[in-house]
């Protein structure tokens, strides 16, 4: 399988990656007016740019936690009221309760899960932009294709060179240039990504092949440039951390400790019970100890600007989460629930839903009246019977449907279908009835 890092990411990733990869070539830029060509520190203020771009999903997941940790008890009470109960009126009656307690908050099950939604493909994005900068910066995408062009021009029989020295020299490279007519852009663009996984020695390899040895001349400067580009005191990012090179071995080290940084703030932050001793909370704890680790067995096997990425991201999420807490720390959590329903409200409005006083009675029940708490149902049965009543008649439970909306439409059809389930069962059990009651004036009359 091919994978042309220089072919810009495709597929889903292909937009997310597209914004990603302007990001970088902006900020590469950008420094580039101060005279500074360094890769490595535009990772960083790329990490910091997106993190940024993304702080709304952070706080709003923050948010969805302070709430959950005044949700939990009320939630567990319901599940503890109906544990072990399977029949189907007990599991609507606490559906019905989980959803009055969300409404309550204005919050809804996938508060905490839609942010992290999100930005999954944008972090994917990101990581694979950092794998193929060439691709995305325009300026050292040049220089790689200026060395590209002088070996398909100067160097025969250069496929099969290359192929040679990446072999010789370990490379671990998927591309296959036989795959490509010689002049074609995809040739190109597979001996650039080739290239741009040359690390500094490999490198000194290239000029020191006889084969590329004529190469020198036109050549070397640019080389310079990519690999003082890639430099990070004295490391180049594009090699792999390794014992020969002592202060390689820091890169993983700090990302396994900025990871146990972020995951014990991030931990600190989720709501607490007193005690649990649940399977998933148990699996938790254990990703929580051994993640950070496996980032840094990682750091070992992959690019330093990988590991640079991953440190500067860790300690980005880490300042945002010590702000984002001390900022709800001074926040009044009832006047954020209060804010929350009536967005809520709001948007169940735009739909058609509009909930009743109903509704407001049980925002003001404390904790403990959950336990009380009974489904009244008696509006639903009551409307299961009209068969020939409006959208705008339609009600269940604590929720009415505004008339010609979709969901009193949908619910109508629901109810006359189930009307006629009942009108159907009730015909049934009176014809059984009547037959008994036939047969039984029979066996009297014998």
């Known amino acids: 399988m091919n994978i042309l890092f220089l072919t810009q990411v495709t597929g889903i990733l292909k937009p997310f990656a597209w914004i990603m990869g302007v990001i970088l070539d902006a900020i590469y830029k950008f420094v580039g007016f101060f005279g500074i060509h360094n890769l490595a520190l535009c990772i960083f203020l790329f990490t910091f740019v997106v993190k940024m771009l993304m702080l709304p999903l952070t706080i709003k997941q923050q948010k969805f ?5 005044k949700m939990n008890p009320e939630l567990t009470k319901i599940q503890e009221k109906y544990k072990g109960k399977k029949d189907e009126e007990s599991m609507r009656r606490q559906q019905a309760e989980t959803q009055e307690v969300y409404a309550k908050y204005g919050t809804n099950p996938m508060g905490g899960c839609l942010p992290l939604l999100i930005s999954l493909p944008i972090m994917f994005a990101l990581y694979r932009v950092i794998y193929a900068i060439p691709a995305y910066v325009g300026e050292v995408g040049d220089w790689y294709r200026t060395i590209a062009t002088a070996i398909i021009d100067k160097v025969p029989g250069h496929a099969d060179v290359i192929t040679t020295f990446v072999t010789d020299n370990g490379l671990r490279v998927t591309n296959n240039l036989a795959t490509y007519a010689v002049g074609s852009t995809e040739y190109t663009n597979s001996l650039i990504d080739i290239l741009a996984k040359f690390s500094t020695a490999n490198w000194d390899a290239f ?7 004529a190469l020198e001349g036109t050549c070397a400067e640019t080389v310079k440039s990519i690999i003082s580009a890639n430099n990070l005191f004295g490391l180049n990012i594009l090699d792999t951390p390794n014992f020969k090179i002592i202060g390689s071995l820091l890169i993983p080290v700090l990302a396994v400790v900025t990871q146990m940084i972020q995951t014990k703030l991030m931990s600190a932050s989720q709501p607490q019970k007193k005690k649990d001793d649940s399977p998933m909370a148990g699996s938790m704890n254990t990703m929580n100890t ?7 067995v990682f750091c070992l096997m992959l690019p330093i600007g990988v590991g ?7 300690l980005f999420t880490i300042l945002q989460t010590v702000f984002i807490n001390r900022y709800l720390d001074k926040t009044d959590l009832d006047a954020m629930i209060e804010k929350n329903v009536e967005k809520a409200n709001k948007r169940k ?17 404390s904790t403990k009246t959950y336990d009380n708490t009974a489904y009244d149902n008696t509006e639903y049965k009551k409307n299961n019977k009209r068969k020939s ?5 339609y009600q269940r439970s604590t929720v009415s449907y505004s008339a010609k909306s979709i969901a009193a439409n949908a619910n109508l059809l629901m109810a006359r279908a189930n009307a006629k389930d009942e009108a159907k069962a009730e015909a049934k059990e009176n014809t059984e009835s009547a037959a008994q009651d036939n047969a039984a004036e029979e066996g009297t009359e014998e």
Request: charged share 20%; proline share 2%.
């Open 290 to 296: 051994i993640m950070p680790i496996m980032s840094g």
């Open 207 to 213: 000029f020191q092949n006889s084969s590329f040895a």
């Open 65 to 69: 936690t302070r709430l959950s940790s």
């Open 308 to 314: 640079i990425y991953w440190i500067a991201s860790a």
């Open 389 to 393: 009543a409006s959208g705008a008649d």
């Open 349 to 365: 409005e735009k739909l058609g839903v509009v909930y009743d006083n109903k509704m407001a009675e049980v925002a003001k029940k």
